[in-house]
Protein backbone atom coordinates (compact mmCIF):
# COMPACT_ATOMS: atom_id res chain seq x y z
CA UNK A 1 0.00 0.00 0.00
CA UNK A 2 0.92 3.37 -0.93
CA UNK A 3 0.69 6.62 1.05
CA UNK A 4 0.32 9.55 -0.79
CA UNK A 5 -1.44 13.09 -1.41
CA UNK A 6 -5.10 13.09 -2.87
CA UNK A 7 -8.01 15.71 -3.97
CA UNK A 8 -11.18 13.82 -2.17
CA UNK A 9 -14.40 15.51 -3.18
CA UNK A 10 -15.93 14.69 -0.10
CA UNK A 11 -19.98 15.91 -1.59
CA UNK A 12 -21.53 17.32 -4.33
CA UNK A 13 -20.95 21.01 -4.56
CA UNK A 14 -17.71 21.35 -2.01
CA UNK A 15 -14.64 22.43 -2.77
CA UNK A 16 -11.98 19.52 -3.37
CA UNK A 17 -9.86 18.55 0.29
CA UNK A 18 -5.93 17.67 -0.60
CA UNK A 19 -6.00 14.90 1.72
CA UNK A 20 -3.38 11.46 2.67
CA UNK A 21 -4.85 8.87 1.03
CA UNK A 22 -3.81 4.68 0.64
CA UNK A 23 -3.55 3.45 -2.74
CA UNK A 24 -3.55 -0.13 -2.99
CA UNK A 25 -1.21 -2.56 -4.53
CA UNK A 26 -2.73 -3.47 -8.59
CA UNK A 27 -4.71 -6.65 -8.85
CA UNK A 28 -4.36 -8.93 -11.90
CA UNK A 29 -4.90 -7.29 -15.05
CA UNK A 30 -4.23 -3.74 -13.54
CA UNK A 31 -1.48 -0.78 -13.17
CA UNK A 32 -0.49 1.53 -10.47
CA UNK A 33 0.70 4.78 -12.14
CA UNK A 34 2.74 7.61 -10.20
CA UNK A 35 1.25 10.57 -11.95
CA UNK A 36 3.22 13.28 -12.60
CA UNK A 37 0.49 16.00 -14.19
CA UNK A 38 -2.93 16.42 -14.79
CA UNK A 39 -4.93 19.01 -16.45
CA UNK A 40 -8.40 19.98 -15.36
CA UNK A 41 -11.13 19.85 -17.54
CA UNK A 42 -15.34 21.17 -17.63
CA UNK A 43 -15.83 17.83 -16.80
CA UNK A 44 -14.35 17.70 -13.47
CA UNK A 45 -16.54 20.58 -12.73
CA UNK A 46 -19.36 18.64 -14.07
CA UNK A 47 -18.58 16.23 -11.32
CA UNK A 48 -17.96 18.11 -8.82
CA UNK A 49 -21.73 19.86 -9.05
CA UNK A 50 -22.78 16.62 -8.95
CA UNK A 51 -24.15 16.57 -12.54
CA UNK A 52 -22.31 13.18 -13.74
CA UNK A 53 -24.19 10.74 -14.37
CA UNK A 54 -24.41 8.18 -11.90
CA UNK A 55 -21.29 9.45 -9.93
CA UNK A 56 -20.64 8.69 -6.18
CA UNK A 57 -19.02 10.54 -3.93
CA UNK A 58 -16.27 10.28 -1.60
CA UNK A 59 -14.37 10.25 -4.63
CA UNK A 60 -11.16 11.84 -6.40
CA UNK A 61 -11.71 13.71 -9.86
CA UNK A 62 -9.51 14.59 -12.62
CA UNK A 63 -9.22 12.55 -16.06
CA UNK A 64 -6.78 14.10 -17.93
CA UNK A 65 -3.42 13.11 -16.64
CA UNK A 66 0.14 11.65 -17.28
CA UNK A 67 2.02 9.12 -15.65
CA UNK A 68 5.18 6.49 -14.89
CA UNK A 69 4.29 2.91 -14.06
CA UNK A 70 5.51 2.83 -10.49
CA UNK A 71 4.03 -1.46 -10.33
CA UNK A 72 2.41 -3.92 -12.50
CA UNK A 73 -0.41 -7.23 -11.25
CA UNK A 74 -0.03 -10.39 -12.49
CA UNK A 75 -0.86 -11.69 -15.62
CA UNK A 76 0.21 -7.50 -17.26
CA UNK A 77 2.64 -8.00 -20.27
CA UNK A 78 2.60 -4.20 -22.04
CA UNK A 79 4.05 -2.15 -19.78
CA UNK A 80 6.55 -2.67 -17.33
CA UNK A 81 8.04 -0.01 -14.39
CA UNK A 82 9.07 2.93 -15.28
CA UNK A 83 7.06 3.31 -18.51
CA UNK A 84 5.46 6.71 -19.34
CA UNK A 85 2.30 6.21 -19.93
CA UNK A 86 -1.53 7.89 -20.18
CA UNK A 87 -4.30 6.45 -18.23
CA UNK A 88 -7.35 6.31 -20.79
CA UNK A 89 -10.79 7.53 -19.31
CA UNK A 90 -12.07 5.36 -22.90
CA UNK A 91 -10.59 2.17 -22.97
CA UNK A 92 -9.77 -0.12 -25.48
CA UNK A 93 -10.50 -4.14 -24.50
CA UNK A 94 -9.85 -5.05 -28.42
CA UNK A 95 -12.19 -7.70 -28.07
CA UNK A 96 -15.89 -6.33 -28.23
CA UNK A 97 -17.80 -5.44 -30.91
CA UNK A 98 -16.88 -1.65 -30.93
CA UNK A 99 -13.61 -2.20 -30.62
CA UNK A 100 -13.45 -4.33 -33.13
CA UNK A 101 -14.84 -1.28 -35.89
CA UNK A 102 -12.44 1.40 -37.48
CA UNK A 103 -15.51 3.40 -36.65
CA UNK A 104 -16.02 3.36 -33.25
CA UNK A 105 -13.71 4.21 -30.32
CA UNK A 106 -16.56 3.37 -27.71
CA UNK A 107 -15.25 -0.20 -25.69
CA UNK A 108 -18.09 -1.92 -24.57
CA UNK A 109 -15.97 -3.28 -21.34
CA UNK A 110 -16.07 0.69 -20.13
CA UNK A 111 -17.78 2.38 -17.39
CA UNK A 112 -19.87 4.09 -19.47
CA UNK A 113 -21.58 1.01 -20.45
CA UNK A 114 -21.59 -0.72 -16.82
CA UNK A 115 -21.73 2.90 -14.73
CA UNK A 116 -20.11 2.78 -11.56
CA UNK A 117 -17.43 4.37 -10.07
CA UNK A 118 -15.36 1.14 -8.74
CA UNK A 119 -12.66 -0.56 -10.72
CA UNK A 120 -14.06 -3.44 -13.21
CA UNK A 121 -14.28 -5.64 -10.23
CA UNK A 122 -16.45 -3.26 -8.10
CA UNK A 123 -13.83 -2.54 -5.72
CA UNK A 124 -12.04 0.30 -4.91
CA UNK A 125 -7.89 0.69 -4.40
CA UNK A 126 -8.30 4.30 -2.90
CA UNK A 127 -9.27 4.40 0.75
CA UNK A 128 -8.65 7.86 3.65
CA UNK A 129 -9.38 7.92 7.16
CA UNK A 130 -11.18 3.90 6.74
CA UNK A 131 -13.46 5.32 4.22
CA UNK A 132 -13.51 3.60 0.57
CA UNK A 133 -12.77 6.08 -1.90
CA UNK A 134 -14.51 6.44 -5.12
CA UNK A 135 -12.94 6.26 -8.88
CA UNK A 136 -13.57 8.68 -11.31
CA UNK A 137 -13.99 6.84 -15.14
CA UNK A 138 -11.84 3.96 -13.47
CA UNK A 139 -8.67 6.92 -13.57
CA UNK A 140 -8.74 9.57 -10.77
CA UNK A 141 -6.09 11.43 -11.82
CA UNK A 142 -6.10 13.92 -8.87
CA UNK A 143 -3.93 11.53 -6.78
CA UNK A 144 -0.08 11.25 -6.38
CA UNK A 145 -0.55 7.31 -7.10
CA UNK A 146 -3.26 5.63 -9.22
CA UNK A 147 -4.70 1.65 -10.04
CA UNK A 148 -6.20 1.42 -13.74
CA UNK A 149 -6.39 -2.07 -15.91
CA UNK A 150 -4.33 -2.58 -18.08
CA UNK A 151 -6.90 -1.56 -21.07
CA UNK A 152 -7.26 1.21 -19.84
CA UNK A 153 -3.80 2.56 -19.99
CA UNK A 154 -1.62 3.78 -22.92
CA UNK A 155 2.16 3.27 -23.21
CA UNK A 156 3.84 6.40 -24.95
CA UNK A 157 7.27 7.42 -25.84
CA UNK A 158 9.79 7.90 -23.08
CA UNK A 159 10.81 11.28 -24.56
CA UNK A 160 7.75 12.66 -24.09
CA UNK A 161 7.15 15.75 -21.72
CA UNK A 162 4.44 14.49 -19.43
CA UNK A 163 3.21 17.89 -17.80
CA UNK A 164 2.56 18.98 -21.70
CA UNK A 165 1.31 15.20 -22.99
CA UNK A 166 -1.10 15.01 -20.15
CA UNK A 167 -3.50 17.21 -22.06
CA UNK A 168 -4.21 13.84 -24.22
CA UNK A 169 -5.91 11.97 -21.74
CA UNK A 170 -8.93 14.19 -22.27
CA UNK A 171 -9.15 17.73 -23.87
CA UNK A 172 -6.45 17.85 -27.11
CA UNK A 173 -7.75 14.18 -28.28
CA UNK A 174 -11.53 14.85 -27.85
CA UNK A 175 -11.32 18.64 -30.21
CA UNK A 176 -9.12 17.47 -32.45
CA UNK A 177 -10.83 13.93 -33.09
CA UNK A 178 -13.81 15.49 -33.13
CA UNK A 179 -13.04 17.42 -36.05
CA UNK A 180 -10.71 14.73 -37.57
CA UNK A 181 -12.64 11.55 -36.67
CA UNK A 182 -16.24 12.23 -35.95
CA UNK A 183 -16.99 15.49 -38.71
CA UNK A 184 -14.39 14.18 -40.70
CA UNK A 185 -13.84 18.09 -41.81
CA UNK A 186 -13.17 18.28 -45.85
CA UNK A 187 -10.14 21.10 -47.38
CA UNK A 188 -12.08 23.56 -47.95
CA UNK A 189 -15.06 23.79 -46.03
CA UNK A 190 -16.30 26.00 -43.29
CA UNK A 191 -16.54 25.77 -39.58
CA UNK A 192 -17.74 27.31 -36.51
CA UNK A 193 -16.89 26.18 -33.24
CA UNK A 194 -19.30 26.90 -30.06
CA UNK A 195 -17.01 27.74 -27.01
CA UNK A 196 -13.39 28.25 -26.99
CA UNK A 197 -12.22 26.21 -23.73
CA UNK A 198 -9.61 23.95 -24.14
CA UNK A 199 -12.21 21.26 -26.17
CA UNK A 200 -12.93 24.38 -28.66
CA UNK A 201 -9.64 25.32 -29.26
CA UNK A 202 -8.78 21.97 -30.15
CA UNK A 203 -11.63 21.38 -32.23
CA UNK A 204 -9.93 24.91 -34.07
CA UNK A 205 -6.90 23.53 -34.34
CA UNK A 206 -8.36 19.82 -36.19
CA UNK A 207 -10.50 22.04 -38.69
CA UNK A 208 -7.00 23.42 -39.24
CA UNK A 209 -5.19 20.88 -39.79
CA UNK A 210 -7.69 19.11 -41.69
CA UNK A 211 -7.54 22.04 -44.82
CA UNK A 212 -10.99 24.26 -43.56
CA UNK A 213 -10.73 27.17 -45.50
CA UNK A 214 -13.57 28.93 -42.96
CA UNK A 215 -12.71 28.75 -39.01
CA UNK A 216 -15.32 30.82 -37.26
CA UNK A 217 -14.82 31.06 -33.29
CA UNK A 218 -17.60 31.94 -31.23
CA UNK A 219 -17.39 32.41 -27.50
CA UNK A 220 -18.93 35.30 -25.17
CA UNK A 221 -15.43 35.68 -23.59
CA UNK A 222 -13.12 37.93 -26.08
CA UNK A 223 -10.39 37.35 -24.55
CA UNK A 224 -10.03 33.76 -25.97
CA UNK A 225 -10.17 35.11 -29.29
CA UNK A 226 -6.45 35.80 -29.95
CA UNK A 227 -5.47 32.04 -29.16
CA UNK A 228 -8.17 31.13 -31.15
CA UNK A 229 -6.58 32.99 -33.99
CA UNK A 230 -3.09 31.68 -33.41
CA UNK A 231 -4.58 28.82 -33.40
CA UNK A 232 -6.25 28.83 -36.80
CA UNK A 233 -9.65 30.43 -36.58
CA UNK A 234 -10.20 32.84 -39.66
CA UNK A 235 -13.39 35.09 -37.45
CA UNK A 236 -13.76 35.32 -33.85
CA UNK A 237 -17.36 36.43 -32.56
CA UNK A 238 -19.14 37.24 -29.76
CA UNK A 239 -22.71 36.55 -29.96
CA UNK A 240 -23.49 39.36 -27.20
CA UNK A 241 -22.55 41.78 -29.89
CA UNK A 242 -25.41 41.25 -32.00
CA UNK A 243 -28.79 41.65 -31.96
CA UNK A 244 -30.26 38.95 -33.53
CA UNK A 245 -29.43 35.34 -32.97
CA UNK A 246 -26.22 33.77 -33.57
CA UNK A 247 -27.36 30.75 -36.20
CA UNK A 248 -28.93 34.02 -38.10
CA UNK A 249 -25.39 35.68 -37.81
CA UNK A 250 -23.29 32.90 -39.32
CA UNK A 251 -25.91 32.17 -41.81
CA UNK A 252 -25.21 35.05 -43.87
CA UNK A 253 -21.66 35.03 -43.09
CA UNK A 254 -21.66 31.92 -44.99
CA UNK A 255 -24.54 32.11 -47.39
CA UNK A 256 -26.28 28.69 -46.29
CA UNK A 257 -24.72 27.96 -43.34
CA UNK A 258 -21.19 26.00 -42.52
CA UNK A 259 -20.44 22.75 -43.52
CA UNK A 260 -19.69 21.56 -39.59
CA UNK A 261 -20.62 23.42 -36.72
CA UNK A 262 -19.46 21.89 -33.26
CA UNK A 263 -20.73 22.69 -30.16
CA UNK A 264 -17.86 22.59 -27.16
CA UNK A 265 -19.74 24.38 -24.11
CA UNK A 266 -22.60 21.94 -22.52
CA UNK A 267 -25.95 24.17 -22.91
CA UNK A 268 -28.83 23.71 -24.33
CA UNK A 269 -29.43 26.95 -26.10
CA UNK A 270 -26.10 26.76 -27.79
CA UNK A 271 -26.68 23.06 -28.97
CA UNK A 272 -29.62 24.25 -30.90
CA UNK A 273 -27.60 27.40 -31.84
CA UNK A 274 -24.87 25.14 -33.73
CA UNK A 275 -27.70 22.92 -35.11
CA UNK A 276 -29.32 25.76 -36.99
CA UNK A 277 -25.81 27.34 -37.84
CA UNK A 278 -24.76 24.12 -40.13
CA UNK A 279 -26.43 24.35 -43.49
CA UNK A 280 -29.94 22.90 -43.55
CA UNK A 281 -28.84 19.73 -46.51
CA UNK A 282 -25.01 18.26 -45.55
CA UNK A 283 -24.55 20.44 -42.42
CA UNK A 284 -22.96 17.95 -39.66
CA UNK A 285 -23.39 19.32 -36.43
CA UNK A 286 -20.84 17.36 -33.70
CA UNK A 287 -21.96 17.78 -29.85
CA UNK A 288 -19.26 18.02 -27.84
CA UNK A 289 -20.51 19.62 -24.57
CA UNK A 290 -21.84 17.36 -22.01
CA UNK A 291 -25.22 18.26 -20.28
CA UNK A 292 -26.33 17.82 -16.74
CA UNK A 293 -27.87 14.26 -15.98
CA UNK A 294 -31.16 14.42 -16.21
CA UNK A 295 -31.29 17.44 -18.71
CA UNK A 296 -33.21 17.27 -22.33
CA UNK A 297 -33.18 19.56 -25.34
CA UNK A 298 -36.19 20.46 -27.44
CA UNK A 299 -35.88 20.88 -31.24
CA UNK A 300 -37.92 22.06 -33.85
CA UNK A 301 -37.60 18.67 -36.09
CA UNK A 302 -37.55 20.73 -39.26
CA UNK A 303 -33.78 21.13 -38.76
CA UNK A 304 -33.14 17.61 -39.07
CA UNK A 305 -35.92 17.15 -41.92
CA UNK A 306 -34.33 18.59 -44.59
CA UNK A 307 -30.86 16.68 -44.13
CA UNK A 308 -28.79 17.93 -41.50
CA UNK A 309 -26.73 15.28 -39.46
CA UNK A 310 -26.55 15.72 -35.32
CA UNK A 311 -23.75 13.32 -34.10
CA UNK A 312 -22.31 12.94 -30.85
CA UNK A 313 -18.60 12.67 -30.29
CA UNK A 314 -16.40 11.32 -27.30
CA UNK A 315 -12.83 11.63 -26.52
CA UNK A 316 -12.06 12.73 -30.35
CA UNK A 317 -14.51 9.57 -31.89
CA UNK A 318 -12.56 6.71 -33.62
CA UNK A 319 -9.32 6.93 -32.07
CA UNK A 320 -8.71 3.93 -30.93
CA UNK A 321 -7.24 4.81 -27.39
CA UNK A 322 -4.15 2.32 -26.97
CA UNK A 323 -2.97 2.59 -30.30
CA UNK A 324 -4.13 6.46 -31.36
CA UNK A 325 -2.83 7.97 -28.02
CA UNK A 326 1.03 6.82 -28.19
CA UNK A 327 0.39 8.08 -32.47
CA UNK A 328 -0.83 11.09 -31.19
CA UNK A 329 1.99 11.88 -28.67
CA UNK A 330 4.48 11.43 -31.41
CA UNK A 331 2.84 13.26 -33.47
CA UNK A 332 3.20 16.11 -31.30
CA UNK A 333 6.87 15.42 -30.65
CA UNK A 334 7.73 15.82 -34.57
CA UNK A 335 5.55 19.09 -34.18
CA UNK A 336 3.18 18.70 -36.22
CA UNK A 337 0.83 20.60 -33.78
CA UNK A 338 1.53 22.69 -30.61
CA UNK A 339 -1.06 21.74 -28.39
CA UNK A 340 1.62 23.62 -26.02
CA UNK A 341 -0.65 26.69 -25.92
CA UNK A 342 -3.66 25.28 -24.70
CA UNK A 343 -1.90 25.45 -21.37
CA UNK A 344 -2.92 28.55 -19.88
CA UNK A 345 -1.46 28.39 -16.11
CA UNK A 346 0.95 25.65 -14.42
CA UNK A 347 -0.04 24.58 -10.76
CA UNK A 348 1.47 22.93 -7.65
CA UNK A 349 -1.01 20.12 -6.80
CA UNK A 350 -1.71 21.53 -3.30
CA UNK A 351 -3.33 24.54 -5.18
CA UNK A 352 -6.29 22.41 -7.50
CA UNK A 353 -9.26 24.28 -6.09
CA UNK A 354 -7.45 27.49 -7.36
CA UNK A 355 -7.30 25.67 -11.13
CA UNK A 356 -11.01 25.48 -10.99
CA UNK A 357 -11.45 28.91 -9.81
CA UNK A 358 -9.62 29.78 -12.76
CA UNK A 359 -11.64 27.54 -15.27
P1 LIG B 1 -14.39 25.41 -20.70
O1 LIG B 1 -15.29 25.82 -19.61
O2 LIG B 1 -12.93 25.57 -20.56
O3 LIG B 1 -14.80 26.21 -22.05
C1 LIG B 1 -16.11 26.60 -22.36
C2 LIG B 1 -16.08 27.91 -23.17
O4 LIG B 1 -17.42 28.23 -23.56
C3 LIG B 1 -15.54 29.10 -22.38
O5 LIG B 1 -14.54 29.76 -23.16
C4 LIG B 1 -16.78 29.99 -22.20
O6 LIG B 1 -16.47 31.39 -22.21
C5 LIG B 1 -17.61 29.63 -23.42
N1 LIG B 1 -19.05 29.90 -23.26
C6 LIG B 1 -19.82 29.72 -22.14
N2 LIG B 1 -21.11 30.05 -22.40
C7 LIG B 1 -21.16 30.43 -23.70
C8 LIG B 1 -22.20 30.89 -24.58
N3 LIG B 1 -23.46 30.99 -24.15
N4 LIG B 1 -21.88 31.19 -25.86
C9 LIG B 1 -20.61 31.09 -26.32
N5 LIG B 1 -19.58 30.66 -25.54
C10 LIG B 1 -19.85 30.34 -24.25
O7 LIG B 1 -14.78 23.89 -21.02
P2 LIG B 1 -13.96 22.69 -21.71
O8 LIG B 1 -13.10 22.02 -20.71
O9 LIG B 1 -13.38 23.19 -23.00
O10 LIG B 1 -15.18 21.68 -22.01
C11 LIG B 1 -16.24 22.07 -22.89
C12 LIG B 1 -17.40 21.08 -22.81
O11 LIG B 1 -16.99 19.80 -23.34
C13 LIG B 1 -17.89 20.77 -21.38
O12 LIG B 1 -19.31 20.63 -21.42
C14 LIG B 1 -17.24 19.44 -21.07
O13 LIG B 1 -17.93 18.72 -20.07
C15 LIG B 1 -17.33 18.77 -22.41
N6 LIG B 1 -16.40 17.64 -22.65
C16 LIG B 1 -16.82 16.65 -23.49
C17 LIG B 1 -15.97 15.59 -23.79
C18 LIG B 1 -16.38 14.52 -24.73
O14 LIG B 1 -15.66 13.53 -24.88
N7 LIG B 1 -17.50 14.66 -25.43
C19 LIG B 1 -14.68 15.55 -23.23
C20 LIG B 1 -14.30 16.59 -22.39
C21 LIG B 1 -15.15 17.64 -22.12
ZN1 LIG C 1 -12.35 15.82 -20.02
Redesign the pocket.
Given at each position: VIRCRAAVAWAPGKPLSVEEVEVAPPKAGEVRIKLVATG????D??LLRGCFPNAEFPVIPG??GAGIVESVGEGVTSMKPGDKVIPL??PQCGECSFCRNPESNFCQKSHMSEPQNLLPDKTSRFSCKGKQIHHFLWISTFAEYTVVPEYAVAKIDAAAPLDKVCLFG??FS??YG?AINTAKVKPGSTCAI?????????VVMGCKSAGASRIIA????KD?FAKAKELGATDCI???DFKKP?QEVLTEMTGQGVDYSF?????Q??MI?ALASCNMSTGIRV?????DSGSAISIDPTLLLTGRTWK?????GSWKMRECIPKLVSSYLEKKFNSDLLITHTLPFAKVNEGFEL?
Open positions: ICRTEHHECICGTGAFGLGGIGLSVDINKNPQIEAIGHDTAMIGELGTVLGL
